[in-house]
């Protein structure tokens, strides 16, 4: 089932034979600005590392809003929307399996049409993650997202251009038909405290769970993450301070969340993100067909490292997870008003 969230849901309906991607957010407060032309900005920010190249196919049709949306306003109904997808996986024989994508395990589960699985969801979770943000905004609340690591170039800030490497390193993977992986990442400022969970619906469960649906993804750290294992308590333990009268951390290792609940510090994380499986050089595979063994070279959409895709999407993940925690925490403060 493709539905996330709790008081603020998405659901996702992708057939892997229409370029046609279906989105729902429910939910959403009504009354509240939407600004479709700031939305479809977000939706077509450039790719970093692809406009350079000429090799960023999405879509510039803006969504077909079905319904939630009116005079530039959201209605309280569930907002809908359709968006034209663009072709983008590299063409292939469908019997030949793709090393490193999800054709083996589809292939072994017996999972059928792989429609729900392919990356006509990352238009729909702009969408939704662009529409989270718009209404953030209202709370105070901005996200930032930014590459810091290319294959082994990481991003310099002492440099003139602390991202040449980077880029150099993932034209040089293309170049030679491969791919690197890379890290992104993402904070969240003017978050206050007390959004999240203690239990099983903590903010770091709920940001996680969306942030691994993004393709690609295949870690995530918040703060100084597995960098505790090599900590002492002493060191690892964000005082806690006095400043301007305010009682607030001294640091922020623990990234802005304590316990699944949002401490009112910035929140950080960071993904690390495989190389892309979509190359251009040789690899060996399976024809299921004919049960047996072949060499595979895509032809296609080669985009390198995944990275410049996936920054707009974790950003628009972590929008949607701390939209869900505000609107629960809002629920929640109206359920208590009411019963006094």
């Known amino acids: 089932m493709n539905i996330f969230g709790k008081k603020l849901k998405l659901a996702i309906s992708a057939d892997g034979n229409s370029n046609i991607v279906t989105v729902l957010l429910d939910g959403l407060p009504a009354g509240t600005k939407a600004d479709l032309d700031k939305i479809n900005e977000r939706m077509t920010e450039p790719l970093s590392g692809l406009s350079e190249l000429g ?3 999405r879509s510039t049709e803006p969504p077909a809003i079905v319904s939630g949306i009116e005079n530039g306003r959201l209605t309280g109904l569930p907002l809908v929307a359709l968006i034209k997808c663009t072709a983008e996986n590299p063409s292939a024989n469908p019997d030949v399996l793709v090393p490193g994508t999800d054709d083996l395990a589809l292939y072994l589960g017996n999972c059928g049409n ?3 699985y392919s990356g006509r969801r990352d238009a729909a979770l702009l969408f939704a993650g662009a529409v989270a943000e718009e209404l953030l905004i209202k709370y105070g609340i901005s996200l930032f ?9 990481k991003y310099d800030s002492t440099a003139d251009s ?3 490497e980077m880029k150099k390193a993932l034209l040089d993977a293309r170049g030679g038909g491969d791919s690197v992986g890379c890290t992104i990442l993402c904070r969240a400022k003017g978050v206050p405290a007390g959004l999240g969970s203690p239990a099983f619906y903590g903010l770091e469960s709920a940001i996680s769970a969306l942030v691994f649906s993004v393709p690609g993804v295949k870690g995530v750290q ?4 597995f960098g505790f294992a090599a900590m002492k308590g002493s060191t690892a333990n964000d005082s806690i301070v006095l400043k301007d009268d305010k009682i607030k951390a001294e640091t922020n290792m623990s990234g802005g969340i304590d316990c699944g609940i949002s401490n009112g510090e910035e929140i950080v994380l960071s993904c690390a993100l ?9 690899q060996n595979t399976v024809n299921t067909k004919t049960m047996q063994s072949e060499e595979l070279r895509l032809r296609g959409r080669t ?3 995944l990275g410049p895709r996936a920054l707009q999407l974790i950003k628009a993940a972590v929008a949607l997870c701390i939209a869900d925690a505000v609107l629960i925490k809002n629920l929640k403060a109206e359920g208590e008003t009411d019963g006094k």
């Open 55 to 57: 090799i960023d196919k």
């Open 114 to 116: 792989t429609g729900a």
């Open 145 to 153: 997202s930014e590459i810091m690591q290319i294959g082994e170039a």
């Open 162 to 164: 602390p991202d040449m």
């Open 222 to 225: 918040f703060g100084a993450g």
């Open 274 to 282: 495989r190389p892309t499986p979509h190359i251009t050089r040789q």
């Open 303 to 305: 985009e390198a490292c």
